[in-house]
């Protein structure tokens, strides 16, 4: 359901953004945040219907936040549009990488939800509780795993291992940071999918989760 609802996304995000930009130069322009408000409830009906989980949260932050806003609940209107800006972009960041990966890994969520529950004066979200993280679940793995001995096996995880060396080198010497840590996460998501159903599978989604909230 994802990919066909991307369409759509992009341009209510793109309204709403617009909107927002409208308000942010002229605050007096209350109808411009009700527009923004009422578009990017139109992408939380899109998440909602791609069960995007994470994102309808962050969605709800968004609009309880503009409508502060509108309503004159929060002061600091430019403040406060630069976040709701930054949000808009996360969002349709985020949802065009869970199209590809198909793996919702929201770790990288918590600050920006944070930002705008501070704006509002709500308590902060906890780390590991509000948004049902959790690594997949393995049953009865113990004795199961890919065979050591599988000489495609082993030139496959060879040819993963040099991959996320030279990404992880090339972002040490200071080169394209985006360029080197998505070659990073699809490696720790090839992984995953190589050992699914084993325990080292939990070991590459804490990976992958790891590089997407230092670095996304």
Known sequence: AMAWLSEEVDVNLGHAQDALQQFADNPEDR???AGSL????????????????ALVIVIDETEALLQALLSGNVGGGRDVCETL???LSRISAYF??????GDEMPSSLYGLLNDMRALRGAPFYTLGLDLGIAPPRVENSN?????????VVSSLLKGLRKTF???????LKGGKESTHVKKMEKTCARLRELYRG???????????????????
């Open 38 to 53: 009422a578009h990017i409830h139109q992408v939380r009906g899109s998440m909602a219907i791609a069960n995007a989980s």
């Open 198 to 216: 084993t325990p080292r599978e939990n070991l590459w989604w804490v990976a992958g989760a790891f590089i997407e909230g230092i670095y996304c």
């Open 85 to 87: 800006a930054q949000c």
């Open 165 to 171: 060396q030279t990404a992880l080198l090339g972002m």
């Open 143 to 151: 004795d199961r795993d890919i065979p050591k001995s599988n000489k």
């Open 96 to 101: 065009h990488r869970l199209i590809l990966s």
């Open 31 to 33: 109808s411009a945040l």
